[in-house]
């Protein structure tokens, strides 16, 4: 589908702001997950009512993420996306004063708010930043959230390590990301969304827009299908690959941690390389390959369980659902016959409502049989993948 066409020089600056944008919002909440022990100890929490307390923010994302589109429609998702990484600094830094569970539950909700809003505004504007080149540069922005995700571990980790207060941290770090936000405002687009969409995304002919727009959500659902399928592939990493492999395969506790930097890292290297693999081959290609990866490498980490099988099967994983999240964002964001920004507020509160429910499904699942058995959700999610890639586009002409 033809795009706006590109100005006479790519907007560099524009690029690096955004950029910056899904870096820091890595970072921000990343940044918290090390230092969550001391704060279970601080509030005398059950390993339960932390749960609870940390299942707000997906809550709050769901509740949000549908509000996203309008409110780009009104202040531009430039605009939405600093001043929500703002406000995620301050909730952040909120974090560490909160002194009981309801209160670090009513923060942690209203984080997962602000942060789906920034998740949709971010990649709008990635997608405008995109349609003034001539190729692709959309998987790069998600590449660096693994970054950003990656230093914020790693920054809340020195932090504990070094025995800084919680409130210290947590607000010179806060105070510090904000002003790197509101300086790359400087550097953003100007103008409104819709400036920069394709004439017949923007506005379909008056006698199909019913047909178009009926179109438009079944390939939506299509492609928050794709995202769920990813964000399960993730999942997996985050919330089981360590539990499978110290509980079911014996391995020692830092081994077990490596899963998900298996994962984590492959993913990070495929987003930065991503976008040369999709002009040359075309997105559909790239994630029914993708999906081909998923299933294959995890069924046979399944099928002949060991631990360095898993390991690479969670690496191969991760290598194939590089690009997939990305992928529906974008194509989400090319459907006509939607105002802006609504189908990237659908796929993302497609894509969380996905993080909420599979948790508790490999949960169910592993205790009615196995964890392992579990795992096979991840099969299914590279054969859903190779079965749907069909709704992507192919090779650029």
């Given at each position: 589908?033809?795009?706006?066409?590109?100005?006479?020089?790519?907007?560099?600056?524009?690029?690096?702001?955004?950029?910056?944008?899904?870096?820091?919002?890595?970072?921000?909440?990343?940044?918290?997950?090390?230092?969550?022990?001391?704060?279970?100890?601080?509030?005398?929490?059950?390993?339960?009512?932390?749960?609870?307390?940390?299942?707000?923010?997906?809550?709050?994302?769901?509740?949000?993420?549908?509000?996203?589109?309008p409110l780009i429609r009104r202040l531009g998702s430039?605009?939405?996306?600093?001043?929500?990484?703002?406000?995620?600094?301050?909730?952040?830094?909120?974090?560490?004063?909160?002194?009981?569970?309801?209160?670090l539950a009513g923060v942690l909700l209203v984080v997962?708010?602000?942060?789906?809003?920034?998740?949709?505004?971010?990649?709008?504007?990635?997608?405008?930043?995109?349609?003034?080149?001539?190729?692709?540069?959309?998987?790069?922005?998600?590449?660096?959230?693994?970054?950003?995700?990656?230093?914020?571990?790693?920054?809340?980790?020195?932090?504990?390590?070094?025995?800084?207060?919680?409130?210290?941290?947590?607000?010179?770090?806060?105070?510090?990301?904000?002003?790197?936000?509101?300086?790359?405002?400087?550097?953003?687009?100007?103008?409104?969304?819709?400036?920069?969409?394709?004439?017949?995304?923007?506005?379909?002919?008056?006698?199909?827009?019913?047909?178009?727009?009926?179109?438009?959500?079944?390939?939506?659902?299509?492609?928050?299908?794709?995202?769920?399928?990813?964000?399960?592939?993730?999942?997996?990493?985050?919330?089981?690959?360590?539990?499978?492999?110290?509980?079911?395969?014996?391995?020692?506790?830092?081994?077990?941690?490596?899963?998900?930097?298996?994962?984590?890292?492959?993913?990070?290297?495929?987003?930065?390389?991503?976008?040369?693999?999709?002009?040359?081959?075309?997105?559909?290609?790239?994630?029914?390959?993708?999906?081909?990866?998923?299933?294959?490498?995890?069924?046979?980490?399944?099928?002949?369980?060991?631990?360095?099988?898993?390991?690479?099967?969670?690496?191969?994983?991760?290598?194939?659902?590089?690009?997939?999240?990305?992928?529906?964002?974008?194509?989400?964001?090319?459907?006509?016959?939607?105002?802006?920004?609504?189908?990237?507020?659908?796929?993302?509160?497609?894509?969380?409502?996905?993080?909420?429910?599979?948790?508790?499904?490999?949960?169910?699942?592993?205790?009615?049989?196995?964890?392992?058995?579990?795992?096979?959700?991840?099969?299914?999610?590279?054969?859903?993948?190779?079965?749907?890639?069909?709704?992507?586009?192919?090779?650029?002409?």
């Amino acid at each position: 589908m033809p795009s706006a066409p590109p100005v006479s020089a790519p907007p560099r600056a524009a690029r690096a702001a955004v950029g910056t944008w899904f870096f820091v919002n890595a970072v921000l909440y990343a940044q918290v997950l090390p230092r969550l022990p001391e704060i279970k100890a601080d509030l005398d929490l059950s390993n339960a009512a932390l749960g609870t307390a940390l299942a707000a923010a997906p809550a709050g994302a769901l509740l949000a993420a549908l509000w996203s589109a309008p409110l780009i429609r009104r202040l531009g998702s430039g605009w939405v996306a600093v001043y929500g990484l703002v406000l995620l600094a301050a909730l952040m830094s909120a974090v560490a004063v909160a002194p009981s569970w309801a209160v670090l539950a009513g923060v942690l909700l209203v984080v997962g708010a602000v942060d789906a809003l920034v998740d949709v505004a971010q990649n709008a504007h990635g997608l405008r930043v995109e349609r003034r080149y001539d190729r692709s540069i959309f998987n790069a922005f998600h590449g660096l959230w693994s970054v950003g995700a990656v230093a914020g571990a790693l920054i809340g980790s020195a932090a504990a390590g070094l025995d800084v207060p919680l409130g210290w941290h947590l607000g010179g770090v806060g105070v510090f990301f904000a002003a790197v936000a509101l300086v790359s405002s400087r550097a953003m687009l100007p103008g409104a969304d819709e400036d920069d969409r394709a004439p017949e995304v923007r506005a379909p002919a008056a006698g199909g827009a019913l047909s178009t727009r009926s179109r438009s959500l079944l390939l939506l659902g299509a492609f928050g299908l794709l995202a769920a399928a990813g964000v399960f592939v993730e999942d997996a990493g985050a919330s089981w690959s360590a539990i499978y492999l110290r509980e079911d395969l014996g391995a020692g506790a830092a081994t077990a941690g490596l899963g998900l930097v298996a994962l984590q890292t492959t993913m990070t290297v495929g987003r930065l390389t991503g976008d040369r693999v999709v002009d040359r081959f075309g997105q559909r290609a790239v994630t029914r390959v993708g999906g081909v990866l998923v299933a294959l490498g995890m069924g046979a980490a399944l099928a002949f369980p060991s631990i360095p099988g898993t390991l690479a099967g969670f690496a191969v994983a991760g290598l194939g659902v590089a690009t997939l999240v990305p992928a529906a964002y974008a194509a989400a964001d090319r459907l006509p016959g939607l105002p802006p920004g609504a189908g990237l507020s659908m796929i993302n509160w497609l894509l969380r409502a996905g993080l909420l429910i599979s948790p508790p499904l490999v949960g169910v699942i592993a205790d009615a049989a196995s964890l392992r058995v579990g795992l096979l959700t991840v099969v299914a999610a590279g054969v859903v993948t190779v079965a749907v890639a069909g709704v992507l586009a192919g090779r650029r002409g």
